[in-house]
């Protein structure tokens, strides 16, 4: 079975500032997607990333990227120029590939506090 | 396009009583999963529906739990007999179909049992 650990429980950054927020995965599988998921206090889950584990490539999004280390099985997620509304419960999240959707496997988050 | 659409928003529940969650998915999508998040915890996942078919509930617990989804209409998650602990927020997800296209999430409900 797979795991996720997410072992900053909470965090904080100053408004403008650069913060990584850490994951590292348990899994025997080879192929499989990595996410990272946002969820405000309004309670939606919004996709901020994704990494598909088969491209070296690290993802980027704008203000937000990660830093994928396959062989560590380490997917830590940078966000630039924090802003205000990145308040929010972030999770880091693992899929196995196969031939349809399999269930999404989720650490237990970090709570991120931008403060002005 | 309407996105994932959950109800109730909030559910309070004396112990003993049954709950229903319904989940319509997006436009075009007939694939459901329904995921738990417990107070300071991640999702689990509970169960995978198909158009009148399960096809995953690994997640489900044994008892109490059914879910269904129905060739017309929402779908449904059903706690018979809620007790305290069944207390959390319950998300709706869902997909187009085979092959990886990614979750559209439900903003959830809140189910909470005095």
């Known amino acids: 079975a797979q795991t996720v650990t997410q072992s900053q429980p909470e965090m904080s950054v100053q408004e403008a500032e650069t913060v990584t927020l850490s994951c590292t995965y348990d899994t025997s599988e080879n192929n499989y997607y990595l996410f990272w998921y946002k969820q405000p206090p309004s309670r939606q889950m919004i996709l901020v990333i994704r990494?598909?584990?088969?491209?070296?490539q690290n993802a980027t999004e704008n203000r937000f990227s990660v830093n994928f280390q396959k062989a560590a099985k380490s997917f830590s997620l940078k966000i630039s120029d924090s802003q205000l509304g990145d308040t929010a419960m972030y999770f880091c999240a693992f899929m196995k590939l196969n031939s349809g959707n399999t269930p999404l496997v989720f650490g237990k988050g970090t709570r991120l506090s931008v403060i002005a | 396009n309407a996105g994932v659409m959950q109800n109730p928003r909030h559910l309070v529940r004396r112990r003993g009583q049954e709950a229903r969650l319904r989940c319509s998915p997006m436009?075009?999508?007939?694939?459901v999963y329904w995921y738990r998040q417990l107070p300071e915890e991640g999702l689990k996942f509970m169960v995978y529906?198909?158009?009148?078919?399960?096809?995953?509930e690994s997640g489900m617990p044994k008892e109490r739990f059914s879910a269904e989804f129905p060739k017309e209409g929402p779908s449904i998650l059903r706690i018979q007999q809620v007790v305290r602990g069944d207390s959390a927020a319950y998300f709706c997800?869902?997909?187009?179909?085979?092959?990886?296209?990614?979750?559209?999430f439900g903003s959830g409900t809140r189910l909470t049992v005095v």
């Open positions: 997800a869902s997909s187009p179909g085979l092959g990886f296209y990614g979750y559209t």
């Open positions: 529906l198909q158009k009148e078919n399960i096809i995953d």
């Open positions: 436009k075009g999508h007939s694939h």
């Open positions: 990494q598909e584990a088969y491209k070296q």
